[in-house]
T-cell receptor, first 109, second 117 residues
Framework: GIQVEQSPPDLILQEGANSTLRCNFS?????LQWFHQNPWGQLINLFY???GTKQNGRLSATTVATERYSLLYISSSQTTDSGVYFC???????????FGQGTELSVKP | GAVVSQHPSWVICKSGTSVKIECRSL??????MFWYRQFPKQSLMLMAT?????????EQGVEKDKFLINHASLTLSTLTVTSAHPEDSSFYIC?????????????FGPGTRLTVL
């Protein structure tokens, strides 16, 4: 099955800093989603982005499907951005989402 | 839009009892629902996929007789953990998708934290 690797596993930032999170996947996909899991466990949809570039406020994401990676950019980070960021992908085999191990982000005031 | 709820949000039970968790899509019809479990500091692991009106498809290693899934309507799926034991303690999360297409977005519920004493 598809393998999903996220980097870095942990990231500590000072408030206001920018960051880039990476998601590599081992095969072609037809669905790629980025999520933020807040400290209470709720998974929040950030982007549905199997290819191309999208922006939503301070967040943006780019997926280069031919090279099998996706990037999540966080600009001007805030303490409320803290939590775990997951990338999840699915292929044509049943549409199951396969999750990466996540990047745990901590933004310090 | 695209809100998914779960009930209860947390539950504590004694070993040997059964616990039912509900997952509802509040503002859309969910053709497909998924159940995941997440251990502390780990990623989400898919347990099963359920389509309305048909039997759930379980992932390898997940006991179907222990984790009973029912998807009786287009807005409700239930997960029953039967004869729960302490090793079943985990965070259980459901998600819902409005169509059968694998390219459609999945929306996640807030999760249910199960503690088995």
């Amino acid at each position: 099955g598809i393998q999903v690797e996220q980097s870095p596993p942990d990231l500590i930032l000072q408030e206001g800093a920018n960051s880039t999170l990476r998601c590599n996947f081992s095969d072609s996909v037809n669905n790629l989603q980025w999520f933020h899991q807040n400290p209470w466990g709720q998974l929040i949809n950030l982007f549905y982005i199997p290819s191309g570039t999208k922006q939503n406020g301070r967040l943006s994401a780019t997926t280069v499907a031919t090279e099998r990676y996706s990037l999540l950019y966080i600009s001007s980070s805030q303490t409320t951005d803290s939590g775990v960021y997951f990338c999840a992908v699915s292929d044509n085999q049943g549409g199951k989402l396969i999750f990466g191990q996540g990047t745990e982000l901590s933004v310090k005031p | 839009g695209a809100v998914v709820s779960q009930h209860p949000s947390w539950v504590i039970c004694k070993s040997g009892t059964s616990v039912k968790i509900e997952c509802r899509s509040l503002d859309f019809q969910a053709t497909t629902m998924f159940w995941y479990r997440q251990f502390p500091k780990q990623s989400l692991m898919l347990m099963a996929t359920s389509n309305e009106g048909s039997k759930a498809t379980y992932e390898q290693g997940v006991e179907k007789d222990k984790f009973l899934i029912n998807h009786a309507s287009l807005t409700l799926s239930t997960l029953t953990v039967t004869s729960a034991h302490p090793e079943d303690s985990s965070f259980y999360i459901c998600s819902a998708r409005g169509t059968a297409s694998s390219t459609d977005t999945q929306y996640f519920g807030p999760g249910t934290r199960l503690t088995v004493l």
